[in-house]
DNA sequence: GGAGAAGCTGGAAACGTTTACAGCCACGGC
DNA sequence: GCCGTGGCTGTAAACGTTTCCAGCTTCTCC
């Protein structure tokens, strides 16, 4: 009667083999047993191709062997990076990986940080865009080990986190522009109410204030960041500062712009593809540098310079965090705080203006500006 | 000594509020009480925070409301486009979506259909690469419902399954290619082992014969589907049959190339590197189309051409189908096979080359060969 | 006022596993 | 020959929930 249809249990072996269910978990476990035991059992549920209910397993044990990753959207190629680490890391250690879009949402980010308490998942990685008053204290009292990839506010809540250095990444971003030649260096941003777009904001000021440069708040541009955001914010640019190239309709209006530094290298991308359909030529023109180092950086031409600020790197460590959190006897240790070190990768569109950019032999148009409209100009 | 550590559960409730643990989960379900009993409970759960536990409510119920996803890798935007619908549709249902990479590894693809039995979750969506005899066995006896994205030998198995039809879809580009003027049609293939690989193949067959052209094996390039393999092929068939353009090495040698079609957006990406690192222009020079109309469409330059071949929709068909087998009653419907029409979506990369490019104003270097080489050079 | 119905309630079983505990057996030492 | 020991084994409890069933109260209707 217990072998009535469903799939095979502990008891269905048990029958089969002529033993209890407690030594038939005991074998199956590797927990010891008399030899012909062990072979009556092992044979029982080879035949009935015996698979333990993961569920039951998880209820006595207390843990599911399930991590949950939150980001607002698994479209971004830097959450892509940050997931294939994740999954990577979880599944070497025999964790499967559940996966949340927020759509940036935070009452849908609280969501997923409350609902740790349902016991789905033993821990989670979470990748805030904002921090609200309200995430502090759900992360305060989260029923399970939390990890954050981002910034929190000064050791506010209890938990585990990993960051990027931005400020110091977009200050290198910039710095280079500065090094390369560059003057007049647009900064496209992103949400200015974002964690990512405050620090970027103040690496890009740093920068200029270093090189003693002043900053021109008419070169900088917030939007959301996505390509066609990139694009047309790089639009509004130059029809307000002129192309500083082949005499667009304002080109002899301003100094132009000679460089744009952009938040990530979606909006790096969309910037590309402005300057190309105005017919300005990277990095002749225009000095172009992302940030994030996604796989975007290969998809345009040129291959765009862009800071890397670590997103598989920051994956790799917040799985592992979290799962030596989880394994971790004692409790209470205190919350570690991670930070990875940006790296500028440069590459064709950031080439000096004057030096012939080497991988780029396309537009062999000629030169139709100064090559550097410097800062002195008009 | 119920209310001793841990998290809450009914019988806390129970305690609290003076009723069994019967009330409590009939209160907390809306299966009718007495106000009285009502208020007490709702109140208790409230005061203590109470959450259910799912596992055990898995257990109970037999429903695990997670779903399974697996693909060889996340970092390919078409699975990118799947998961994001899978998810949306997942969560509009409230299930929770497990997320499998098997980095392409047939004997891991086994494993997450095998492992369906251990009733992680009520079902799985599967993107297979390659079809093996065991892979059939294997759906043949999965332990729950599953849906496959892409083609099955005929219902060989008794899954449902989702598919595009990338037969047509390569034939839509290559004619399109044909109507407006291209007549030396490169084909840069995936691995030719791979379904998509051969469909692909046969459709850009398919098309060269309608169309009355002479299919050139020295035109087809096989190879992996990365941008990089993408660059690397057009450099060995341009190195193969001369530039046709501004005269390299091979310019005088041979009829030249005057389109590439790859059989997806990450060669197609690849592909326009390799020309523009040779100074050939597109469309001018050589068109460019891509498949699957990623996001990397619109992140090189010009924007390419691609057939659609309904990721999103297919991953919204499949997540659907999904469910609807779940929640289905009477389990043994036959397997529905679904169809995605795929369609072509023209854009600059693939404008006639004796026609002005209208987005694409960059490059404005002279032309340096006859706009279109044709068949019948030199 | 009594009988029946209807609505609530609590006890207990069930989902499938792991594991504490106690019992059994055989064996060896005294 | 008896007892202690050690290795296996089975029974039962536990994880936290839902739900069947029986019993209780209360109400309505005659």
Redesign the interface.
């Known amino acids: 009667m217990v072998t009535t249809g469903g799939?095979p249990t502990v008891e269905t072996i048990a029958e089969r083999a002529g033993v209890s269910i407690a030594s038939v978990s005991r074998v199956l476990n590797g927990h010891g047993a008399r030899p012909e035991t062990v072979r009556r059992v092992e044979r029982a549920a080879a035949e009935v191709?015996y698979?333990?209910?993961?569920?039951?397993r998880?209820?006595k044990g207390g843990r599911?062997r399930?991590l949950t990753f939150a980001m607002q959207?698994?479209?971004n190629p830097v959450y892509?990076a940050m997931?294939?680490q994740i999954?990577?890391i979880a599944?070497a250690q025999g964790y499967?990986?559940?996966?949340?879009?927020t759509d940036a949402v935070a009452e849908d980010e609280l969501a997923v940080v409350?609902?740790l308490?349902?016991?789905?998942s033993d821990g989670l990685i979470l990748c805030p865009i904002r921090i609200t008053p309200e995430h502090l204290e759900a992360l305060r009292t989260a029923?399970q080990p939390v990890v954050v990839i981002g910034s929190l506010p000064e050791d506010d809540a209890p938990v585990d986190s990993v960051r990027a250095d931005s400020v110091t990444g977009a200050e290198l971003a910039v710095r280079h522009l500065v090094a390369t030649g560059r003057r007049r260096i647009a900064f496209v941003n992103g949400p200015a109410d974002t964690v990512p777009g405050r620090n970027r904001r103040r690496g890009y000021h740093r920068a200029l204030e270093v090189s003693g440069l002043t900053a021109d708040p008419d070169l900088v541009e917030t939007t959301e960041f996505t390509?066609?955001d990139g694009a047309r914010s790089v639009h509004r640019l130059l029809d307000r500062h002129g192309d500083g190239a082949d005499g667009g309709t304002g080109g002899a209006r301003g100094p132009g712009v000679d460089a744009v530094f952009c938040a990530n290298d979606q909006l790096a991308?969309g910037a590309?593809?402005a300057l190309?359909?105005?017919?300005l030529?990277i990095p002749e023109d225009v000095a172009v540098v992302g940030m994030d180092d996604t796989?975007?950086v290969?998809?345009?031409?040129?291959?765009l310079t862009s800071v890397d600020l670590g997103s598989a790197e920051r994956g790799r460590i917040a799985a592992e965090m979290l799962l030596e959190r989880i394994a971790g006897q004692e409790p209470q240790t205190p919350p570690r705080v991670r930070t990875v070190t940006p790296e500028l990768v440069v590459r064709a569109s950031s080439a000096p203006a004057n030096s012939p950019s080497p991988?780029?032999?396309?537009?062999?148009?000629p030169a139709n500006s100064s090559p550097s409209p410097g800062e002195e100009a008009p």
């Open positions: 799939p191709g698979v333990p209910n993961a569920v039951a998880s209820l599911t399930q959207d698994i479209g892509v997931v294939r999954q990577t599944k499967r990986l559940l996966l949340h879009s409350r609902s308490a349902d016991r789905t029923a390509v066609e991308l590309s593809q190309h359909s105005r017919g030529r796989v975007l290969r998809a345009g031409w040129p291959p991988t780029s032999s396309s537009s062999p148009s």
